[in-house]
């Protein structure tokens, strides 16, 4: 407990020393010994009602009728600060969270198989993508399951991260995963093995036309992008469909690097923050000319809308496909302690190069269709059963035409 209490006086001491003098508006804080500090009004505030939590602190300390565990205290303290934000997407990472989410941006992980979209506005945390070859894929996970509960832990948009951490573990043990198919409830025992995640998958769906999915903006996915585009272009590829449904986003990094393959010279995209000053991300001198199709879906969200919003705006891209889900929001991630415990904060807003606002809007496609009732999407790559990538290639095959008609 004197832990948590040195934290939060240390973090009270360091605020009092960054800020200035006030004049008559302070007040005089007992110190060790005779000595006195003065602080703001304001901060001297604050400290009474970190004051109040201490001593809850302490009632607890003297008499909760367990042991209690510090760090356990400390990291709830800290995920019901952040929470109290009301924004889905600031919150608190543990230790073991973090180190999670660190082991998938790199790609490589020992875990069960699947990629999970969480919707804040049904709550659900649905299976996007279920790994070829893993633990998940072997035991019937199926695209458009619901987790709904690992081990004793029921899934949440607050509990997603450390659900995620239960199913991480040592390849060759299990982890009891409950799935919802419909009305149905699956409870299966899953293994876990090391995971290698491809982002991106591509192949050529005729003699012109080329197909990319990127499942995320993460890991080394901008590099393989490349690779996968320039293996297209080899093969007589005129125009690209570019896939990013069930792409929540990643690193806007990443996303800038990809537009930068087809964007000449401009702004990509702006970010706002609450103070009014804007920071664009821009493209470089020269781009490849030839045609895109974005397709996106409601799981399509933050870089993926970035990046489409930009095609769309400078090239007139194409998107087919339904609304997509309307993050235009960015976040910071930061390390909060030496153990490893960090925070991811959202900062500021995002707009398309003419200023339009994704957040809570989404994109909507030039193309709108949806997949039929009861359809999960679980086709193979480049399988034109899949009705929106069907319209997608319709699509790109009149451009093509038009294309040719006028050079002729």
């Known amino acids: 407990m004197q832990r948590i209490k040195a934290i939060f006086l240390y973090f009270l001491m360091m605020t009092a020393l960054c800020l200035p003098s006030v004049g008559s508006e302070s007040e005089a804080l007992p110190a060790s010994g005779t000595d006195t500090v003065t602080i703001p009004r304001e901060l001297y505030e604050q400290y009474r009602k970190m004051d109040t939590l201490m001593e809850i602190l302490d009632v607890v300390e003297a008499n909760y009728y367990e042991e209690i565990d510090e760090s356990s205290l400390f990291d709830g303290a800290a995920a019901g600060l952040l929470d109290s934000l009301g924004d889905p997407y600031t919150f608190y990472y543990t230790a073991e969270s973090f180190a999670s989410y660190m082991e998938h941006q790199q790609g490589n992980y020992a875990g069960i198989g699947i990629q999970i979209s969480t919707s804040y506005v049904t709550r659900t945390s649905t299976i996007s993508r279920v790994f070829a070859g893993s633990p998940a894929e072997a035991a019937g996970v199926q695209r458009g399951d619901v987790l709904y509960q690992v081990e004793d832990l029921m899934v949440t948009p607050e509990t997603i991260q450390d659900a995620v951490t239960i199913m991480r573990g040592t390849p060759g043990t299990t982890v ?60 007589g590829m005129e125009g690209l469909i570019l896939d990013l449904r069930d792409n929540p986003g990643g690193l806007l990094n990443d996303a800038l690097a990809i537009g930068d393959l087809f964007l000449d010279s401009g702004v990509l995209t702006y970010i706002e923050y609450r103070n ?125 035409s038009s294309t040719h008609k006028k050079g002729e």
Not at 184 to 200: D, P, Y
Not at 202 to 223: K, V
Not at 344 to 373: C, M, N, R, W
Request: hydrophobic residues 40%; aromatic residues 8%; negative net charge.
């Open 176 to 235: 009891h995963v409950t799935f919802l198919r419909g009305d149905e409830k699956l409870e299966l025992t899953v293994g876990r093995a090391q995971i290698s995640i491809n982002r991106v998958e591509s192949c050529m769906l005729t003699s012109q036309i080329g197909y990319i999915r990127l499942w995320e903006f993460m890991g080394d996915c901008a590099n393989q992008f490349k690779e996968a585009y320039d293996g297209l272009k080899a093969q």
């Open 276 to 400: 009014g000053q804007k920071q664009y991300y821009r493209t470089s001198e020269g781009a490849e000319d030839l045609p895109i199709c974005v397709i996106v879906n409601e799981n399509s969200a933050s870089c993926s809308e970035l990046l489409t919003g930009a095609l769309r705006d400078r090239l007139g891209t194409r998107v087919v496909g339904v609304t997509s889900y309307g993050k235009g929001v960015v976040q910071h991630l930061l390390q909060v302690d030496a153990e490893g415990a960090a925070m991811q904060l959202t900062v500021a807003q995002y707009f398309t190069p003419s200023g339009f606002a994704v957040h809570k809007v989404g994109i909507e496609p030039d193309v709108v269709i949806g997949l039929p009732e009861g359809d999960n999407g679980m086709y193979k790559l480049g399988d034109l059963a899949d009705p929106q990538l069907q319209a997608a290639l319709d699509d790109m095959s009149s451009t093509l």
